[in-house]
């Protein structure tokens, strides 16, 4: 009878451990749940092996993984992984905004200057690793 009630304590004990591992430790690094302000200070793409299709006529960038890597605006930096498409419409210096409950941070209109995020079309960036347009 022992062994079953301490069974049942550590049960216990372990689901209330997960829940606060979850609530205060993994939730907060989501980054769904983030939500900051930063410049781009380099974009950057990575071939990925596990993208390659044997296809005739296939865009090879499709077989590349594509990065930011932007300065918060409290001074950490941070690496965040965009679509292709968003990828290519900006140019390292430019701002861009991540709101909470979005997936990627927006480019933040030169034009505004008040922090309102509409989308900017730029030149698009250089296709090699770490280059500066």
Not at 51 to 75: F, L, T
Request: with cysteine.
């Amino acid at each position: 009878m022992k062994k079953k009630i301490w069974k049942g304590v550590a049960v216990v004990v372990l689901c209330v451990a997960a829940v606060l591992a979850w609530q205060f430790v993994f939730r907060p690094r989501i980054s769904y749940f983030q939500a900051w302000e930063g410049v781009i200070e380099d974009a950057y793409r990575v071939y990925n092996v596990e993208k390659v299709r044997p296809v005739a006529h296939r865009d090879e960038d499709a077989e590349y993984d594509y990065y930011w890597r932007i300065k918060r605006d409290d001074g950490e930096e941070v690496e965040v992984e965009v679509p292709r498409r968003l990828w290519g419409t900006v140019t390292v210096g430019h701002r861009v905004l991540k709101a909470q409950g979005k997936r990627w941070p927006e480019v933040v209109s030169e034009r505004d200057g008040q922090g309102a995020s509409t989308p900017t079309a730029a030149a698009p960036l250089s296709a090699s690793p770490g280059a500066a347009p």
